[in-house]
């Protein structure tokens, strides 16, 4: 696809989110698998939950453009989701494994506010105001996961695998 406008740029981007979520919540699913903490677990598998109501908004907001939602592969995401796969293959016990999840997740969760910011910093510069809403939604949920995920990781998670 040949981008010769902001406003494809700001379509493209979009679809890159799709396919970010698409990938992100398979990889969530099996991720909740494998933790072995039950807190973990419940926190990957909501975030999954919520990653599709967040995919559904960004086809919703595509569609309204008259833009084909599966257009792109977000190569990036592809990218982390296999070293995330690769680091769980070394790690070895339940609580260095749930550690190891946890800092998975945040770089992944990272990459999504980077391009949940993005999307709604060029919604913005359109003068898109409700797609910058929604995407500014999509980014607090991110963020908010995250801090979740630091929290867990620093309460319980990180000391159980120091110990172990």
Request: charged share 25%.
């Amino acid at each position: 696809m040949e981008i010769t406008t902001f406003k494809d740029m700001y379509l493209a981007e979009l679809q890159e989110l799709v396919s970010t979520e698409s990938q992100l919540g398979e990889s969530l699913l099996q991720m909740a698998e494998v933790a072995s903490h039950p807190t973990l677990k419940d926190a990957l598998l909501h975030h999954r939950e919520q990653t599709e109501v967040q995919k559904e908004r960004l086809v919703s907001l595509l569609q309204k453009h008259g833009a084909e939602p599966r257009a792109h592969t977000d190569q990036a995401m592809q990218a982390l989701i296999h070293e995330t796969e690769k680091m769980l293959s070394m790690l070895k016990g339940n609580d260095l494994r749930d550690a190891g999840l946890i800092a998975s997740a945040q770089r992944l969760e990272h990459y999504e506010i980077a391009a949940y910011g993005t999307a709604a910093a060029l919604a913005g510069q359109l003068d898109l105001r409700d797609d910058q809403r929604i995407l500014h939604r999509s980014l607090e949920e991110e963020k908010q996961t995250d801090v979740l995920l630091t929290q867990l990781a620093k309460s319980e998670v990180n000391p159980d695998a120091v110990a172990a």
